[in-house]
Nanobody
């Protein structure tokens, strides 16, 4: 099992910045990718940014504003979010994906709320 804990969410004004962090613990040796997803009220959970063997990927809506990074010494995934807009308001979830014996397993954090508003 992999345990993920997010932190760093909160309320920010439009144009502001926030940094989310996600620390992993447990059986992390087989994790081959990490990602941030978000789910707005009434919407589906969608990928925001990912990092792994395939490189770094971003959703079109956040390119140039968000930066995903990984500190492997601390098993901590970060998401630097700049130029935030109300459309970025959502619960942000940390994801870790492992590939083990040909099976793909996804692990999720509990989520952290990001609200962009005046």
């Amino acid at each position: 099992q992999v345990h993920l804990v997010e932190s760093g969410g909160g309320l920010v004004q439009p144009g502001g910045s926030l940094t989310l962090s996600c620390t992993a613990s447990g059986e992390i040796l087989n994790i081959n990718s990490r990602a941030w997803y978000r789910q707005a009220p009434g919407g589906q959970r969608v990928m925001v940014a990912s990092i792994g063997r395939g490189g770094v990927k971003y959703a079109d809506s956040v390119k140039g504003r968000f930066t995903i990074s990984m500190d492997y010494t601390k098993n901590t995934l970060s998401l630097q979010m700049n130029s935030l807009t109300p459309e970025d308001t959502a619960v942000y979830y940390c994801n870790a994906q492992e590939s083990l014996y040909g099976l793909i397993n996804d692990f999720w954090g509990r989520g952290t709320q990001v609200t962009v508003s005046l």
